[in-house]
């Protein structure tokens, strides 16, 4: 079980490029969401999945794309960089999302540290 | 509205002892989730402890246990026997079926220091 995986590790962007940054678990999870870190702050929902086919917003969806085809996979897609969107993104699951149920807590990957200049 | 706060930006503790990290909440959903994450310095969000808003007994895993008062809403952290591994920064987080459980809430976050 290798969990919730997150690739690059890190990632330096210019001003208006666009690039994907690629999420997946392999514990048949059905929810999955991207967080943003800033510094000296909590995480900051950005969009979010609860099924193959289903998306919605988060938090601070702006400047941000995500689709989801399959179960285990959950990309997220910077459009036109901008240097707010240097920060730190996670991206996590979660085997169902109704609070307190036992099942709803949410494993994080190990994060993408993402520069815009 | 939902809404977690810790009111402990930075805490010191001597290896060995016991540290309480304080979280409290709000939210009027009787179903929800709560959750205690540590971020060491190389940042990854490491799972800790879960309580369920209907479980009869506190959560414990290991050196980690929660203290939770549900009339006062309250869901601290306690770490026995404090190890200098332990410094991190430690987030409590709540999930309800408000927002039909699409998203978990952050605090903002408590910064914990072991001193040797």
């Known amino acids: 079980n290798a969990g919730v995986t997150q690739t690059p590790k890190f990632q330096v962007l210019k001003t208006g490029q666009s690039m994907t940054l690629q999420c997946a678990q392999d514990?048949?999870?059905?929810?999955m969401s991207w967080y943003r870190q800033d510094p000296g702050m909590g995480l900051r929902l950005i969009h979010y999945?609860?099924?193959?086919?289903?998306?919605d917003q988060g938090e601070v969806p702006n400047g941000y794309n995500v689709s989801r085809s399959t179960t285990e996979d959950f990309p997220l897609r910077l459009l036109s960089a901008a240097p707010s969107q240097t920060s730190v993104y996670f991206c996590?699951?979660?085997?169902?999302?109704?609070?307190?149920?036992?099942?709803?807590?949410?494993?994080f990957g190990p994060g993408t540290r993402l520069t815009v200049l | 509205a939902q809404k977690i706060t810790q009111t402990q930006p930075g805490m010191f503790v001597q290896e060995k002892e016991a540290v309480t990290l304080d979280c409290t909440y709000d939210?009027?959903?009787?179903?929800?989730?709560l959750f205690w994450y540590k971020q060491p310095s190389s940042g990854e969000m490491i799972f800790l402890i879960y309580?369920?808003?209907?479980?009869?007994q506190n959560a414990t895993e290991g050196r980690y246990s929660l203290n939770f008062q549900k009339a006062r809403k309250s869901a601290n952290l306690v770490i026995s026997a404090s190890q200098l591994g332990d410094s991190a920064m430690y987030f409590c987080?709540?999930?309800?079926?408000?927002?039909?459980?699409?998203?978990?809430?952050f605090g903002a976050g408590t910064r914990l220091f072991v001193k040797a």
């Open positions: 996590a699951s979660s085997y169902s999302y109704r609070g307190g149920t036992g099942t709803d807590t949410q494993y």
């Open positions: 514990m048949n999870h059905e929810y």
């Open positions: 999945s609860v099924g193959a086919g289903i998306t």
């Open positions: 939210t009027s959903d009787p179903s929800y989730g």
């Open positions: 309580q369920g808003s209907y479980d009869q």
């Open positions: 987080a709540m999930r309800d079926s408000t927002t039909g459980g699409f998203k978990t809430i």
